[in-house]
């Protein structure tokens, strides 16, 4: 069976990204935690590094999209150091999950058993979106007329790919619109998608300034990642 790299973007998650790298490592098949701090302006290099990741750093913001290509290309660069006849699998994490990562197992199985190319979570624990659903409803719709499939939670940035179908899907959408390009190009290109209940949980969105500039910047990223696809 493939082993699986664990990537996690992360921009200012000190607080967090610690526990979510040790949570992560203990899931059975996974023996590489790959952190790539997006030019975080607080501690989180060094509480990755401390929680026992391999971490890459921006030395400014560069968004999700970019994050995840750092840690992905950094995975295939340790597959050739190590001399692999077969790719690991990447499963890519929000940094703010904490203790709950070690719930992610789940999204790894159907890749491991080959029913599935990329799985999505689908946390079984809502949270109050606070303007939050209306990109969540942009990108679902649009996922649906580009594809006629209707993901539960189409921005849910817990995914499991095999490494073919990550290269299916670059390059990626900028941004906060990575998600949703994905899932378009994956399922117009015949990979099979499956979404996996699992008992994750990050932080829940606030309704202050920053972030209703985050959600203004998701909701450009999306929109931009639709037009180009739509």
Not at 38 to 53: C, P
Not at 105 to 119: C, K
Not at 136 to 156: D, E, F, H, K, Y
Not at 204 to 226: E, I, K, N, S, Y
């Amino acid at each position: 069976m493939s082993q699986v790299a664990v990537v996690i973007p992360a921009y200012n998650e000190a607080d967090r990204v610690g526990a979510t790298v040790a949570a992560a490592a203990t899931l059975g098949s996974v023996d590489v935690v790959v952190v790539v701090d997006d030019g975080s302006r607080d501690g989180t290099v060094s509480a990755a590094r401390e929680a026992g990741a391999a971490v890459l750093r921006h030395a400014r913001n560069r968004g999700k999209a970019a994050a995840m290509e750092t840690g992905a290309e950094a995975v295939r660069l340790i597959d050739q150091h190590d001399g692999r006849p077969d790719s690991r699998h990447l499963l890519f994490l929000d940094a703010d999950l904490g203790a709950t990562a070690a719930a992610a197992g789940p999204l790894i199985t159907p890749l491991a058993t080959g029913e599935a190319d990329m799985t999505i979570a689908v946390f079984t624990s809502r949270v109050k979106l606070a303007g939050h659903g209306f990109v969540v409803r942009l990108s679902g719709a649009g996922i649906r007329r580009a594809t006629g499939w209707a993901p539960a939670q189409p921005l849910n940035g817990q995914r499991c790919l095999t490494r073919a179908a990550y290269d299916a899907a670059r390059p990626l959408a900028r941004g906060f619109g990575v998600e949703t390009a994905m899932t378009i190009d994956l399922k117009r290109k015949g990979l099979r998608i499956i979404e996996v209940e699992v008992p994750l949980a990050h932080r829940v969105t606030g309704t202050d300034l920053t972030a209703q500039l985050h959600r203004a910047r998701q909701f450009a990223d999306v929109a931009w990642a639709l037009t180009t696809r739509l």
